[in-house]
């Protein structure tokens, strides 16, 4: 049995284009059916072995007809590959599949459907000092996304209905990354300089536990000599297969070290600092 992921959709404030970081677009007649922008909040989401994160979508359409007259659908996965209308096509949206009671859901298995529409639109924009004809959707799924939802890139992908039945979809992108945690980052100096060591965890991409080491992986040094504000790059060290680092730099001066891991597709980033 998959998962549904069902939206409320609200009523939001209208408020000006500018405010919504909208690119130019060629004038068009108010009634004219097009999607201006689609947004998601938080715009770079990250999940921990535990928790969830709910996501908020605005669509900026004109044109738009019907309780149903703008629909979003969500897919883990790039954008599809055929366009459709404005900037993209529509896509089958789809989420993992919910767990069962005492089971943890599989991070591998097939994708359940997902789909999220809308019943209301908002007001025309005003702040022009005329009507506009653009409104701005609001869609808050009720489902979260989770440490069991595949991470990477997801595609949001918004379709306005006109009054005719013709159709126009524009899309956008964000990643959802699974949290990574540097610990027991460390600086200790020696005769041929200072050596920085820490261990590297990412959440358990099996469920199995909270966090495992996270092995392959370059990390960045940093340091910045007492009383400086200048950061010099020191070189990058490598996570083994405990997610143990050790780096060395032929610095003898006091000063503060940073760690970074930079993050991927799936994984978040993380620093950590330490001074020494």
């Known amino acids: 049995m998959s998962r549904r992921l069902i939206a409320r959709a609200a009523v939001a404030a209208a408020v000006p284009l500018a405010a919504l970081g909208a690119a130019q677009t060629p004038a068009l007649a108010d009634d004219e059916l097009a999607i201006r922008s689609v947004t998601v909040q938080p715009g770079d989401p990250v999940v921990g072995p535990s928790g969830s994160v709910k996501l908020v979508i605005d669509v900026v359409a004109r044109g738009a007809r019907g309780d149903h007259g703008v629909t979003v659908k969500v897919d883990p996965g790039p954008p599809p590959a055929a366009s459709s209308g404005q900037t993209g096509g529509a896509a089958q949206a789809v989420v993992r599949p919910a767990a069962s009671p005492g089971r943890a ?18 007001q025309g924009d005003r702040a022009t000092g005329r009507f506009t004809g653009w409104e701005k959707w609001r869609f808050q799924p009720e489902t979260a996304l989770s440490r069991w939802h595949p ?18 979809s524009s899309y956008t992108t964000f990643y959802l990354r699974r949290a990574t945690r540097l610990e027991g980052v460390s600086v200790n100096r020696d005769a041929d300089g200072a050596r920085v060591t820490g261990t590297l965890l990412r959440v358990d991409p099996n469920g199995q536990v909270d966090y495992r080491p996270f092995a392959g992986r370059d990390v960045r040094l940093r340091f910045r000599e007492e009383g400086s504000s200048d950061w010099k790059d020191m070189g990058t060290a490598t996570t083994d297969k405990d997610g143990w680092f050790e780096g060395r730099a032929p610095v003898k001066t006091a000063g503060t070290w940073q760690v970074e891991f930079p993050g991927s597709a799936h994984y978040a980033s993380d620093t950590g600092v330490v001074s020494g």
Do not use: E, H, M
């Open 105 to 122: 859901p599989a991070i591998n298995g097939n994708s359940g459907s997902v789909s999220v529409s809308g019943t209301q639109s908002t």
């Open 151 to 168: 991470s990477g890139q997801w595609t949001v992908v918004a379709t306005a209905k006109g009054a005719n039945g013709a159709t126009v």
